[in-house]
C-alpha cells in the first residue's frame, strides 16, 4: 500500500463513494451543533418531513448568544432568546442530546466535545462553526460546514466533498521561556498569510507539539481556519489517550482497549507525501501580538507598528493602511507604547482550565491597572468549577478582573458582552476582525499569559518581564 498521511488514512476509511472528478461522499462520525446555524437545518428537515439519521451521533449545546452573567433573569435579548429556545425545541422534537443552559456541562461547543469525550481520534467531526478545526488536536478531521451542510448530516450522517491536500508545519528546537502555543499558531499565520493554508489539511509535528499539553494542541488547530486551512490534525499519542480516559461518551473497557490499538495507528506513514512542507525553528519564536485587523497582522511584543510605505504590493499597502486608520495607530509606534481598555480572557482558543491556570499565575499577588475593565470567561461550566476547585476564581477577582458563566462571550459580540465604540482590548480569542467583538472595537490577539500581563500594565506588555 502506499505511504500515507493521517488525512489520508482518516479520509480514505470513511468514503462511501467516489465519484469520476474525485468528489466524495463522506461518513461523519460526530456532529456538533448550537444555535446559531442549526435552525434553518432542523427547519429543513420538518419542511420535508425528515428525521435525524443518527440522534446519538450529534450532540448540542447553546454557547454563542447566551449571556455571562446575571442567568438567572434568563436571556434579556430578544434575538438571542429566541435562537436559544429554538434549539431546545428542536432537540427535543428530533431526540438530539442537549445541554441547556443551566446544565454544568453547558459551554462552548468545542470545548464540551473533547472533555465529555464525544471528540475521538480517528473520527470525521463537523460543525456548522469555522473553529471545528479545534478538535484536530485529537487526530480527528473536523471542519465547519454551512448550514445547509449540516441539514445533510443530520438527515443523511454523510457529506459531500473533495479531499484537501497535505500540508506539513513541522518545528524545529524549543521554545524560549514566555512562549505559548498562541504564540506559535500567531507566528505560524504571520509567515503564511491567512490564506497560505487554502485548500490544505495543516498536520503539525516536531518536538514542541509532541511536547505540548493538549489543550496546547487544541489552541495550534483551532486557529488553523486564521490561516485559510480545511483543518488542523495533530497525531494521536499517550497524552491524547491520557486526557480522553474515562470521559463520560468515550468508550469503557474492552471498547477503550480496541480503539486504542486503532489510534495507535494513526500517524503519517514515514515516507507519506506531503504538497508542502515548513520548517518553522521554534526557538525563533516570541511572544505574539496582532497590530491590525487580520490575524495575519501580527508581530513579536517589542515590534513597532509597520509603514505601509515597506510593502511593495499595492493591495497589502492599502490594507495596512485601511487596517492603521481602523486600529488607530502610527507607523513606527512601538506595541508597548499601546493602551488598552478592556481584557478578554476566554474563547474556544484559549477558555480551557490549563490556559486559566496560566493567567492566574501571571495576577497572583498583582491588581490589575485602574483604567482597565477586565474579565475571563471559563470556556464551560466543567472548566468553570474546576477553576473554582482550585481558588483561580479567588485569584482573578482579588486582581480585578470580572469571574464570569460559560459562553463564547466577546470572542465575537452576539451576546451582551461587546467592545464600546473605538475601546481597545487584548483579547485571547482567535479574530480581530473590524467590529469583531463590538462595532468600532479595536482588538489585539495574545495568549492567556499576555493578556493578564496588559491588565496589569494597562497596555500592551511582554509578560517576560513580569
Known sequence: MQPQTIFDKIWSSHIVNEDKNGECLIYIDRHLVH????????????????????????????????PTIDRTKGIVDNESRIQVDTLLKNCKDFSVPFFNIDDERQ????????????????TTLVCGDSHTSTHGAFGSLAFGIGTSEVEHVLSTQTLIQKPAKNFLIKFTNKLGKGVTAKDVILYLIGQIGTAGGTGYVLEYAGEIIDDMSMEERMTICNMSIEAGARAGLIAPDEKTFDYLYNKPLAPKGKDWDMAVK???????????????????????????????????DVLTINSTIPNPEQYTNSEKKKSVIRSLKYMDLKPGQKLTDVEIDKVFIGSCTNGRIEDLRKASKILKGNKINPNVKAFVVPGSGLVKKQAEAEGLDKIFKSSGFEWREPGCSMCLAMNADKLKPYERCASTSNRNFEGRQGRLGRTHLVSPEMAAAAAIKGKLFDVRKI
Open 35 to 66: 444555535e446559531v446555524t442549526s435552525p434553518q437545518a432542523f427547519e429543513g428537515l420538518k419542511t420535508k418531513k425528515r428525521v435525524v439519521r443518527r440522534p446519538n451521533l450529534t450532540l448540542a449545546v447553546p454557547d454563542h448568544n447566551v
Open 107 to 122: 459551554g462552548i461547543v468545542h470545548i464540551i466535545g473533547p472533555e465529555q469525550g464525544f471528540t475521538l481520534p480517528g
Open 262 to 296: 486503532c489510534w495507535l495507528k494513526l500517524k503519517s506513514d514515514p515516507d507519506a507525501k506531503y504538497e508542502k512542507t515548513l520548517l518553522i525553528d521554534a526557538s525563533k519564536i516570541e511572544p505574539q501580538v496582532t497590530w491590525g485587523t487580520s490575524p495575519e
